[in-house]
């Protein structure tokens, strides 16, 4: 199928991206090169284009990063604008890092007043849970199967993946893993409605059993990201600060992945109903220029003395201005509400799917992204990666540039265009979704 927004000359990787793909390998660990054979040249808003001169839409966002479509002309400026006058001031102040500090603490409810720059989820993730040990005193940490922090030591024995962690040595201590209520796949084998209620029985029951007693804090996403799209009921979310309040923990949630718009809310928190203590940011907070944040109550960030948690990078005077540009373009052009208007239509269309393709389990959204869980059978639910990794394969191929099956077993489509992406564009890449899932079903992969 051709569309308006999409154009393949080669089949990928072309000549050019199988000379860098090689390359790469060369020297590369291959725990880092890329799972897919797209090699980007350039991207513009919701456009991919590739080194031998494909055209792809977008389903990526660069995974979660381009909120504001690639190579936004507003945040391209602010770069070019910072670079040509200095890069570094290591932690001395600098009007950018002030300007952006008070823009994001006021995108925040009052309470949350503080805010820490840094460079990396990871390091985001890392920071906010040595700001909770230190004001509570306390170290445990509850966090939840099928959720993804990061890779560093800490964050990945956090994270509830085995895959991202398995043969890593000893994992970090202190940490206790509840399941996350994944209805589809319940934990405890209850239907939809109920699954919710044995978690949060769960995690009543580990303060008293796996548990010393000396709980810090609870780390949340506000969707299961890696772990497969998997939104929790507002029910839930709510159990969770209530069961953190009744025992004097604080509550972390990680919106590495949902912040900025991406849920159809500026965070995600904000679908539930509660204040989180500390929110982690990343990804879409700047369009790529490595920048993280932890946004926390006084009381909390305050506690540390000076000089005990910063970093190099944190707040340098490009990653400021490209967040504050990137802020400043998803509160002007309305990108959240955008987000919930556009992720209804894509749900819209998830659902045709799930009718017209017994391999489809269920498909799952917030806002514009969602996730496509493969199966083998609907009666049996078994997960089904091959046909996933097939999938998305071919939709490479036909100009739809996603990423590889993510979930806990391999097999979710994970779907996720940028914000500012045309209606009519997003049609023609679900158009080319359901192309590609009809060709694996009958046979394999057909070149364009
Ligand atoms: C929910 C979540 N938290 C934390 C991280 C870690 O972020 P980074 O890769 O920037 O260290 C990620 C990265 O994908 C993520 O999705």
């Given at each position: 199928m051709k569309t308006a927004f999409s154009k393949m000359v080669?089949?990928?990787?072309?000549p050019k991206a199988q000379e860098i793909i090689q390359k790469e390998k060369n020297y590369i660990p291959r725990s880092a090169?890329?799972?897919?054979?797209l090699v980007w040249k350039e991207a513009y808003g919701a456009t991919i284009i590739d080194v031998d001169g494909n055209e792809y839409i977008d389903f990526t966002s660069g995974i979660l990063v381009s909120n504001v479509g690639h190579s936004h002309p507003k945040v391209v400026a602010a770069i070019q604008e910072q670079a040509g006058k200095f890069?570094?001031?290591?932690?001395s102040s600098h009007h950018l890092r002030a300007e952006l500090a008070e823009k994001i603490v006021n995108l925040?409810?009052?309470?949350?007043n503080r805010v820490l720059l840094l460079t990396t989820g990871s390091e985001a993730i890392e920071a906010a849970i040595k700001f909770a040990r230190a004001k509570t005193g306390k170290s445990e940490i509850i966090s939840f199967h099928g959720s993804f922090h990061g890779r560093t030591h800490l964050t990945m024995s956090l994270g509830g993946i085995k895959k991202v962690k398995s043969g890593c040595g000893p994992q970090a201590s202190n940490i206790l893993h509840v399941p996350f209520p994944?209805?589809?796949?319940c934990t405890f084998s209850q239907p939809h409605d109920q699954c919710d209620e044995h978690t949060l029985q769960y995690m009543e029951q580990i303060l008293h059993t796996?548990?010393?007693?000396?709980i810090a804090a609870v780390i949340m996403e506000s969707y299961l990201g890696s772990g497969g799209c998997v939104v929790p009921s507002v029910k839930f979310v709510q159990g969770v600060r209530e069961f953190c309040d009744r025992h004097d923990i604080l509550l972390i949630m990680?919106?590495?992945?949902?912040?900025?718009?991406?849920?159809?809310?500026?965070?995600?928190?904000e679908h539930y109903g509660i204040l989180p203590d500390l929110v982690c940011l990343a990804k879409?907070?700047?369009?790529?220029?490595p920048t993280s944040a932890v946004v926390g109550r006084d009381s909390i960030m305050d506690h540390l003395p000076p000089g005990t948690m910063t970093s190099t990078?944190?707040?340098?005077p490009l990653s400021c201005a490209a967040a504050m540009a990137t802020i400043d373009v998803i509160v002007e052009e309305r990108l959240p509400e955008r987000a919930a208007r556009l992720g209804e239509r894509m749900a819209q269309r998830f659902q045709t799917l799930v009718e017209k393709y017994r391999i489809i389990g269920e498909a799952r959204s917030i806002g514009l992204v969602s996730g496509i869980e493969v199966v083998k059978s609907r009666e049996g639910r078994e997960p089904d990666p091959e046909t996933a990794r097939a999938i998305a394969m071919q939709a490479i191929h036909l100009g739809l540039a996603v990423i590889a099956p993510t979930g806990l077993h391999g097999n979710v489509l994970r779907l996720m265009p940028p914000l500012v992406i045309e209606e009519e564009a997003l049609e023609a890449g679900l158009d080319l979704l359901d192309e590609a899932i009809s060709i694996v079903l009958n046979g394999g992969l057909h070149d364009h």
């Open positions: 080669v089949a990928p990787p072309g090169c890329s799972s897919t054979p890069l570094n001031s290591y932690d925040f409810p009052e309470e949350l994944y209805p589809y796949r796996a548990s010393t007693g000396n990680d919106e590495v992945q949902a912040g900025f718009g991406r849920t159809g809310k500026m965070f995600g928190f879409g907070i700047s369009s790529g220029v990078y944190g707040g340098n």
